[in-house]
């Protein structure tokens, strides 16, 4: 894999959206067709086990993708399909955090996950002592089998500036009719939700 540049990186993140239209399933059915104006979509995967260490201590382990919106083409049942024809170059960005006692803190990984500063590596690993917290960051190119579906539960879009990082509820999306915000709770679940994602 190819390491990404900063700059493109940040363009992801940055850069006003603009593609093709996307189709968006509601619990009631309704589909939402227009272009997913939000930069990034999250999808979120919260999962926790015995310390090996000590068993009597839970360990949290939480994965975040955060996916282009505008390279979004269907989010349905089947969970969130990419278009066949996006740009190679733009990266998607997978953090994997885990912290013992308590789950991690989302701003904290969000911040530092998105953070990419002058001479640090694309691609890393980092562990704190208080909390004891370790993240790791890999970023590489949407070129993921084309019929790829990602399938860990939808999140929401990131928001915010460098130091202050969170998820909004809902997704904003410019349809015929106008700009319109659906929330994350009114999309259809994915079926595949509990299930383990391919990497």
Same mark, same amino acid.
């Given at each position: 894999m190819k390491r990404m540049s900063r700059a493109l990186i940040v363009a992801v993140l940055? +850069? !006003? @959206?603009?593609?093709? /239209? !996307?189709?968006?399933?509601?619990?009631?059915g309704q589909i939402v067709e227009g272009t997913i104006i939000s930069r990034m979509i999250v %999808?979120?995967?919260? $999962?926790?086990?015995?310390?090996?260490? &000590?068993? /009597? =201590?839970?360990v949290y382990s @939480?994965?975040?993708?955060l996916l282009p919106g505008k390279d979004i083409q269907v989010i349905d049942e089947d969970g969130v399909h990419m278009t066949k024809d996006r740009d190679p170059a733009v990266a998607v960005i997978l953090l994997v955090a885990s912290q013992t006692g308590t789950p991690p803190d989302e701003g904290v990984v969000l911040v530092e996950g998105l953070a990419f500063r002058?001479?640090?590596?694309v691609n890393f690993q980092k562990q704190w002592e208080k909390p004891d917290m370790f993240l790791a960051r890999r970023v590489a190119?949407? &070129? %993921?089998?084309?019929?790829? @579906? +990602?399938?860990?539960?939808? /999140?929401?879009? @990131? =928001?915010?500036?460098?130091?202050?990082?969170?998820?909004d509820p809902g997704i904003r999306v410019?349809?015929?009719?106008? $700009?319109? =915000?659906?929330?994350v709770s009114e999309i259809v679940d994915f079926k595949q939700?509990? $299930?383990?994602?391919e990497k």
């Open positions: 940055l +850069f !006003a @959206v603009s593609g093709d /239209a !996307a189709t968006i399933k509601k619990k009631d %999808l979120k995967r919260l $999962e926790q086990s015995p310390s090996k260490d &000590n068993p /009597a =201590n839970m @939480v994965t975040y993708w002058g001479g640090e590596k190119p949407l &070129n %993921l089998n084309p019929d790829h @579906v +990602f399938t860990d539960p939808l /999140a929401g879009p @990131v =928001n915010g500036t460098p130091t202050t990082y969170w998820i410019k349809t015929k009719q106008g $700009e319109i =915000n659906i929330p939700k509990t $299930e383990k994602t």
